[in-house]
């Protein structure tokens, strides 16, 4: 449903649905688009008051930055609402056009950079670009995972098997080799290490090389 005179230009576009639909024939993709306007003299407060009533898994905000020595004049929006909201937040900032096409709806995400440190931990960083990649169908991009300091302060990332899996697939990988240090967690313990769950499904052979040993 469409709230006000929003119409559905951008899904005739990209041709979700046939040119010249009617409102209606947006709810047909399952789609609930509304336009909220909330009387506030506290932008950061309304949103998140909102957020309280309507939780939401992803919030996207467009920012601009605070460059130059008026910067004190201006009361930061973004920032403070992903803060008080506790929620993943897409930052778009001002001029940039972001990896969802205007004109087509088409997707360009390949290369996606995730900064690692021991704390905050990385994990939930990678799991969430896994989900990304897989539920929008991506094809074979780079992940890089990027660690300023010291080799030996990089923490421990675990990559999902399906990813890998799906990576294998779609490079034509002729080999898979990894390092496993045995089974991590209960978890693990009950269905394998990720290492093990990858061979189950691997088209292609698997080298396992143990933490510790040496190859050659």
Known sequence: ????????????????????????????????????????????KACLGYLEQHPAELIVLAVRPHDGRMRWLDKPVGEPIARGAG???????????????RADGSVSLRNILIPVTRKPRPQPAVEAATRLIRNLQLPAGTVT?????????????????????????????????????????????LRGTTSERVLRKARCPVANLPVGSMLG
Do not use: Y
């Not at 010249?20 to 509304?34: E, I, M, T």
């Open 1 to 44: 449903m469409w709230n006000g005179k929003i119409s559905p230009v951008c899904v005739t576009r990209w041709k979700l649905i046939p040119q010249g639909s009617p409102k209606s024939a947006v709810g047909q993709l399952g789609l609930d688009v509304r336009k909220v306007v909330a009387s506030s003299n506290n932008p950061v």
């Open 145 to 189: 995972l990027l660690h300023v300091g010291p080799a030996s302060e990089m923490p421990s990332v675990k990559l999902p098997a399906d990813t890998i899996l799906q990576a294998a697939t779609e490079l034509a990988a002729d080999l898979i080799v990894m390092t496993t240090d045995g089974p991590d967690g209960f978890l693990d313990g």
């Open 87 to 101: 929620q993943m937040t897409l930052f778009i900032p001002h001029g940039v056009e972001g990896f969802v096409s």
